[in-house]
Structure formats: structure tokens, C-alpha cells
């Protein structure tokens, strides 16, 4: 365990630091801003412009129109894995560099490569979750919803050989009581008599 002279000692220490001064060491760690910045808490870190992310996302919240909490969170999720991931391909040109050592780009390369892969899946997996949610909640929202109570139930018709045509069963409505009553049929009355042929007969 330190002691408190050790503890003292170690904290005027880190005060003096300045960071790496060797070319070495400010190789090793030049990547660090890239590397940290992509698990920012922040969605935007410094040096970025929070007014482009704030039309970036809405834009999408345009496109998506999110309909409560959970579509909201979903979209704002889209938006910042898409910013994250425009953050690497802005990057990306830093690695490039003659300078270099080969050991240190590929490295380099492969990361930038793993977290670009990472980021566009978690784009297609958040639009995925955010296509079935919608889905589940509309289909939430019908079986919820009362559905139009029939009105009018349409009674049936026969035919007589004399080519007369009667109800059968008469209509019947759906009374503010919700007891189905049939349609009198004085006040509906019978189909008319076909009308006679003329006689083409002079």
C-alpha cells in the first residue's frame, strides 16, 4: 500500500508530465483521439459541429416520423451510429500517411475496418428493430382499436314462378338498445310487380 509521501510524490509527478516527447511514443499513441472519440459519450466531441448533427437528426426523424419514446430513441440511435460512422470515414485519411511505420498502418487499418464493419451493423439492426416495433405496435393499436359496429343486417329475397320476388327474411337494424329488431314490412313493402311485356302484336 502507498504511503502518503509515495501518494505526494506521485501526484507532483503527473503534474510535470507533458506526455510522450520521444518520436516513438508520439507514434504509439497518435491514434488515441480517433480511438477515444469513437466511445465519446458525447455523440458530438470537440471539433465537431453540433448544429449538422441536430439537422442530421431531423432529417431522419422526417423520414422515419416516430410516433412515441421508443421510435424516438430507435431513430436517435440511427443517427448517431451514422455520425460515429461518418466520424471514421473523415478520419480514415489520417492513416494514410508515407510516414507511417508499416506495422503501425496495418494495424490501424484493421480497426478502422472492424469498427466501420460494427457501426453498419448496428444501423441494419436498429432499422430492423425499429421496422418490427412499428410493426407490433400498429398491430397493437388495430386489436385495441373498437371496431365499427354493424348497423344494418340485409335480409334475403325468393323468387315465385310467377316472377314475383318477396323478403324472404326481412332486414333488421341494430336499435341504441343493441337488440337487433326486423324492418316491418309495411314500412319496407314487397319488390313491385315485374312490369307486363308488351305485345309486339299489333
Partial sequence: MATIKQIRANR????????????????????????HGLRAESTVIPGEDQAKFDQHLERLSAAWLPQDDMEKSLVEDIAVTQWKLARIDRNEARIHDP????GEYALALHRIYLTQTRL?????????????YRKERL??????????????????????????????VLPRVLGLDGIWRE???????????PAPASDPTP
Fill in 99 to 102: 510516414a507511417v511505420p508499416s
Fill in 12 to 35: 507532483r509527478n503527473a503534474q510535470k508530465s507533458t506526455g510522450p516527447q520521444s518520436p516513438e511514443a508520439k507514434e504509439h499513441v497518435r491514434f488515441n483521439a480517433l480511438v
Fill in 120 to 132: 453498419q451493423r448496428a444501423i441494419s439492426s436498429t432499422i430492423a428493430d425499429l421496422q418490427r
Fill in 139 to 168: 398491430q397493437r393499436q388495430a386489436d385495441t382499436t373498437p371496431k365499427a359496429k354493424e348497423q344494418i343486417r340485409m335480409g334475403l329475397t325468393w323468387n315465385t314462378p310467377e316472377g314475383k320476388r318477396y323478403y324472404s
Fill in 183 to 193: 324492418i316491418p314490412r309495411e314500412v319496407l313493402g314487397d319488390f313491385p310487380d
